[in-house]
């Protein structure tokens, strides 16, 4: 049978059109959605002010039963408007919607904790991520996971336009990949398991299959810290190279990646608004120092193992004066401070082919050149007074044949938190876990 004749329809009334979109749009009849942002009531007219994932749109509401719908609307209604655009200097985009008709979607059956519309969210951290599925919702909220999303775009193309395959890994693991002491124990259908801290021995072992690898993965680690620096679970963000020379191959990757990150989000200019980022110094070339000498600029006694936050802070500080840098790489740890895959440094085994990334005087990136012979990786194990055999699904690959390779790691959390200036980096989670909190 032939389709019967469908009515005629308004399609320019009828399609979404996006805040954003609405000054091209320009004048004429239009339809939008959103949430209810913000209801100002006057004598003669109401004006209701719109939000949708890509700003916000002014209605001018005339009509007696059109106000009568939007008064009992609470803030955060959904809901549809057909009418009218026009041009209003005055209105966001330069465009306000009138003669506006109002149709409810879904209905707010119980208030919102807190004021979305105002500019800022003046809350305290607890009541920050309580409510976090309304003050997520709020656009300077959103603008810092706009950025995430963006510099994790960044990473993934820089690390793609080197050649990198980007691969997944398991989370639930038969062994502790560094400290047992800091592992989430589960019961995997009867036998013994963990939570992942580290997708290290597998990245590794695809440095055999495809030379350049990277994950993007959730990580675990069950350590006891209550600061504003460490999540139980968070983003990492790994990368493995494979045929280097030393730890400044690794290096030079890391910082082509970062760079490609903040090129990624200088791209959301709304978003860097939004969030109030000021966006770092980047030169092409990071200033990079040794351990011991870092420790002699800081004024550390030299046997010091590793670097306080306060010396951190302090080579932050060099980098920026001294290099016009917000970024600096400290090589050469003391190998007692590193896992016992790291590659000792060649003229002096005390010290190490490692690195940390600083950003902003705070820890970013941790990575550096790995050994690759088996034999090392045996001398290696049992200079730790442990057993070879117990590390054999570790070991298996490099009994095969590996290449020079290294790599590193770091948190997206992390990254986020000290680009946009956070004070703790569960502001940067979307939904923190930590000793304390495991809702929502």
Request: aromatic share 8%; charged share 25%.
């Amino acid at each position: 049978m032939p389709e019967r004749d469908q009515p005629e329809r308004d399609q320019a009334a009828d399609v979404r059109t996006m805040a954003a979109d609405l000054p091209a749009h320009g004048e004429g009849a239009v339809s939008v959605s959103g949430w209810i942002h913000r209801r100002r009531r006057l004598k003669a007219v109401d004006f209701l002010i719109l939000r949708d994932r890509t700003g916000l749109i002014q209605i001018v509401v005339g009509d007696d039963h059109q106000r009568a719908v939007l008064a009992d609307l609470p803030e955060e209604s959904v809901v549809r408007v057909d009418g009218t655009a026009v041009r209003h200097e005055a209105a966001p985009g330069g465009i306000e919607i009138t003669e506006p008709t109002i149709t409810v979607l879904s209905a707010v059956s119980e208030p919102v904790a807190v004021e979305l519309w105002r500019p800022h969210l003046d809350l305290q951290l607890a009541t920050l991520l309580d409510h976090a599925d309304v003050t997520l919702r709020h656009p300077a909220r959103r603008a810092v996971f706009t950025l995430s999303a963006a510099a994790l775009a960044g990473y993934r193309a820089a690390l793609t336009r080197q050649g990198f395959t980007e691969i997944s890994t398991p989370k639930i693991v038969a062994n502790a990949t560094e400290s047992g002491a800091n592992v989430f124990g589960i019961d995997y259908f009867g036998a013994e398991a963990f939570l992942a801290q580290s997708p290290q021995f597998y990245k590794q072992t695809m440095v055999g299959v495809f030379e350049r690898v990277f994950e993007v993965g959730h990580v675990f680690r069950a350590e006891p810290h209550d600061t504003v620096r460490h999540l139980a679970e968070y983003t990492s963000l790994d990368a493995e190279m494979g045929f280097i020379a030393d730890h400044r191959d690794v290096m030079a990757v890391a910082t082509d990646v970062v760079h490609g990150m903040l090129a990624a989000v200088a791209a959301q200019p709304e978003s860097v608004t939004a969030a109030a980022v000021t966006m770092p110094m980047a030169p092409p070339t990071f200033p990079s120092i040794h351990f011991s000498d870092a420790l002699g600029l800081v004024g550390a006694p030299p046997d010091e193992p590793d670097l306080a936050p306060d010396h951190e802070r302090a080579l932050g500080e060099w980098g920026r004066s001294e290099h016009g840098s917000d970024f600096v790489f400290v090589y050469g740890y003391p190998m007692r401070k590193r896992p016992f895959y790291t590659h000792p440094q060649p003229d002096d085994p005390r010290w190490s082919n490692s690195f940390d990334l600083l950003f902003r005087g705070l820890e970013l990136v941790t990575g550096g050149q790995r050994l690759s012979r088996h034999e090392d990786y045996v001398r290696a194990i049992e200079a730790r007074g442990e057993r070879p055999e117990d590390y054999a699904s570790y070991l298996a690959p490099f009994r095969h044949g590996m290449p020079p390779h290294g790599g590193f790691a770091f948190g997206l959390e992390r990254f986020v938190a000290r680009l946009v200036g956070l004070d703790n980096v569960r502001e940067a989670t979307l939904f923190p876990r930590d000793l304390h909190r495991l809702t929502p």
